[in-house]
């Protein structure tokens, strides 16, 4: 009886041992990522290295299969992006790429991705020419027509402004979405005194600010970046800009942007591919568990960047085992097929991509900053409130 009870816990004892070398049900998969985490764009890129991070681990738990996810900071730097994409895919050899913020950053990255034939999906490039060159490996969840519809229909149909100025940091994205919505305002009738370009790297925006006073405008609409939010927000605030409106691009409404204005962050206007609550009805499930396992590990609810990073580590890494990732036979051909096959309802719409890897139904919001909170306020069919217009933190006309 003794030896049998003494065999029968070594077979368990191998059992378990056995079991915890074979916990997961494939083997590694193995993901890159770069995205700035320090230099101009880094209060992006950090937001949406946190999505991925997490959209790796409940992978992980859902799948069970092992994620290798491998990141590098491409410090705002389109030289470093590149080397990063290099080293990911030429000596890390991953299976695929994820991340990836600013047109300037992403589109050189994405040609080094093109060569060592490489799927590449990011959230944080509009620049249209990016698809236009038509890489098969090239992939991206957002494009420039979502972001200036929602700024020029909120601008026409809810402010009914009569003069707005336009700023714009002279990078590829940020020139294109204001020179586009220049045109479309027009268009509708509405003036645009005021179309100047600023370098980046300014930090004193007050001349050109003051030609936004001289010109009487009624909105002020800054297509920038982080940086650039902040440097023309004080600057507004010193001069104490006669305008009713401040209207900005991406980056604004996240917890390092709220974080580092307070109350000068009130009113403020932001696109927005996602705010809590504004997913589709068939997405409400997914977004709600998205959230608060966001907020279970950061302790704060994810920002539209960080969602954004979530999809994209998401939908690659389920593309990546369609490719035969945990299989040993690995084909980038099969998982770039997965990507164009994809045709899902997510937490910020529906979600599927065309012949050169954009998206078929990318749709944005406009929110305004109201004490402390995101208010979706356009397109009116997804509005969670009501525009507090005229209102600048600065008091403004």
């Known amino acids: 009886m003794g030896s049998r009870m003494i065999k029968k816990c070594w077979c368990v004892g191998l059992l378990l041992v056995f079991g915890l070398g074979t916990a997961w049900a494939a083997p590694a998969i193995k993901i890159g990522t770069h995205a700035p985490q320090s230099g101009s764009l ?10 991925i991070r997490l959209a790796a681990e409940d992978f992980e738990k859902k799948a069970k299969i092992k994620v290798d996810m491998i990141v590098y900071d491409d410090e705002s730097n389109p030289q470093k992006a590149v080397s990063a994409v290099e080293k990911l895919a030429g000596v890390d050899k991953v299976n695929a790429i994820v991340g ?47 972001y200036v519809m929602a700024q020029a229909g909120a601008i026409k149909d809810i402010f009914a402004a009569k003069k707005v100025g336009v700023i714009y940091s002279s990078l590829a994205a940020t020139t294109e979405i204001a020179t586009t919505l220049k045109g479309l305002l ?27 006073k001289d010109a009487g405008c009624d909105v002020l609409v800054v297509e920038g970046y982080f940086e650039d939010y902040v440097g023309t927000i004080k600057d507004a605030k010193i001069l104490n800009l006669p305008v009713k409106a ?39 499930k997914e977004e709600a568990e998205i959230v608060a396992n966001y907020k279970s590990k950061y302790q704060e609810d994810p920002s539209y960047i960080a969602m954004l990073g979530y999809l994209t580590g998401k939908y690659m890494l389920e593309a990546i085992v369609q490719g035969g990732g945990t299989a040993g036979t690995y084909s980038p051909e099969k ?63």
């Not at 880094?42 to 999505?51: F, L, M, S, T, W």
């Not at 509009?126 to 090239?138: E, G, I, M, R």
């Not at 209207?247 to 403020?268: K, Q």
């Open 42 to 51: 880094a209060k992006h890129g950090i937001e949406q290295i946190k999505g």
């Open 100 to 146: 990836g913020y600013g047109s300037n950053l992403v589109g050189p990255a994405s040609e080094a991705s093109e060569r060592y034939d490489t799927p590449y999906l990011t959230m944080g490039a509009v620049d249209t020419k990016l698809t236009a060159k038509k890489f098969k490996n090239f992939f991206r969840l957002n494009n420039m027509p979502g």
């Open 186 to 212: 027009q268009k509708g009738g509405i003036a645009v005194p005021v179309f100047e370009k600023f370098e980046k790297g300014t930090t004193n925006y007050k001349p050109i600010l003051l030609k936004i």
């Open 335 to 397: 998982t770039r097929n997965a990507l164009r096959a994809l045709d899902t309802m997510s937490p910020i719409g529906r979600v599927a991509f065309d012949e050169k890897g954009d998206p078929r139904f990318f749709t944005c919001v406009l929110f305004q900053t109201q004490q402390g909170e995101q208010v979706v306020i356009y397109p009116l069919d997804r509005a969670k409130g009501v525009a507090r217009y005229p209102g600048v933190p600065w008091g403004g006309k």
């Open 246 to 284: 401040y209207v900005g691009a991406w980056g604004i409404g996240t917890p390092e942007f709220v974080r580092e204005l307070g109350n000068m962050s009130e009113y403020i206007y932001g696109t927005s591919i996602w705010e809590r609550g504004t997913a589709p009805q068939k997405a409400k």
